[in-house]
């Protein structure tokens, strides 16, 4: 169970950005219950997809089971108590990361509500809220190692790539776990997959350019503790760092449609920016 006191004060997570591809809300505090569902209807017009895509999201995101007490104001006392009660759980955990369990999404359902204590008030501080106590489930995003995941190059340096997936920005791939052999160029910036097809004698490079979608597997999660003030603090309180060092891996235009557990080659066809090297 995760508690109130694990919750990073950091406000929202970084990548905050529309997920275009599959349709996500530039941001999921504003998405409603029905986030998850809100894919692009295009990549749902067949049961398989649809089937695909409901086991694709269910290894990205997990139940987490919260312990926390929520506050209404009094102002609200009239309102339906749960819808209260939502939206202030939505407030307080959408867009934030919960150290060592992962971002939050969106909540998902109550398990248990007890009694609410009212405090007094100064009218300062505090204006007599009533104080329940809620165990509720909340959505999070929370991959696995060794999960494959798809997002977008978002920038390439000596260190290596940086990767988008639409609603986080934290993904690093370091240079070290790209695809062997492998070289960065410095006149366009970016990083070059050096392929040697056994077929052809020439040296076929592939670019792992800017926006491309890149299919990743995931190597760590790793959950950043603050050491300082909130002001002073530098960088996300999450990260996944990636690597693309098997088959099936690298920018997803590189490889032709195969089950990931075929041995499978680049296709000389569709890549992007592939050149020849005497």
Same mark, same amino acid.
């Given at each position: ?17 529309? @997920?275009?591809?599959?349709?996500v ?16 209807q295009?990549?749902?017009r ?10 694709? @999201? ?9 312990d926390?007490d ?10 339906d ?25 969106? =909540? ?17 501080? $505090? ?13 999070? =995003?929370?991959?696995a190692?060794?999960?494959w ?6 920038? &390439?340096?000596?260190?290596? @790539?940086?990767? &988008? ?24 910036k ?7 097809s ?21 190597? $760590? ?13 530098q960088?996300?309180?999450m ?13 997803? &235009?590189w ?5 990931? $557990?075929?041995?499978?080659?680049? &296709? ?11």
């Amino acid at each position: 169970t995760a508690r109130a006191q694990d919750i990073l004060a950091l406000g929202p997570a970084s990548g905050r950005g529309a @997920l275009a591809w599959v349709g996500v809300p530039c941001s999921w505090a504003e998405a409603g219950s029905d986030a998850i569902e809100l894919l692009h209807q295009d990549a749902l017009r067949d049961a398989a997809c649809h089937r695909a895509w409901q086991v694709y @999201l269910a290894h990205m995101f997990t139940l987490a089971l919260i312990d926390d007490d929520i506050p209404i104001h009094p102002h609200d006392f009239r309102d339906d108590f749960k819808v209260q009660l939502k939206r202030q759980i939505q407030i307080k955990y959408v867009d934030r990361v919960i150290p060592n369990v992962g971002l939050g999404i969106e =909540f998902y359902d109550f398990v248990k509500i007890k009694d609410a204590l009212i405090y007094p008030g100064d009218g300062r501080t $505090s204006c007599g809220e009533a104080y329940f106590k809620v165990e509720f489930y909340l959505i999070v =995003f929370q991959p696995a190692v060794d999960e494959w995941l798809v997002g977008s190059i978002i920038g &390439s340096t000596p260190k290596g @790539l940086t990767v &988008s997936l639409g609603f986080f920005q934290d993904v690093e791939i370091p240079s070290a776990n790209l695809r062997t052999p492998y070289t960065f160029d410095q006149a366009h910036k970016m990083w070059v997959w050096q392929y040697r097809s056994p077929d052809v004698p020439e040296t076929l490079n592939y670019f792992y350019s800017q926006d491309e979608l890149i299919r990743f597997r995931v190597t $760590s999660v790793d959950f950043v503790a603050p050491t300082g003030p909130k002001a002073s603090r530098q960088g996300s309180p999450m990260k996944i760092v990636g690597a693309v060092d098997r088959d099936g891996l690298g920018c997803v &235009s590189w490889w032709p449609d195969a089950p990931s $557990s075929m041995e499978v080659t680049p &296709s000389t066809e569709g890549a992007p920016a592939a050149i020849q090297e005497g």
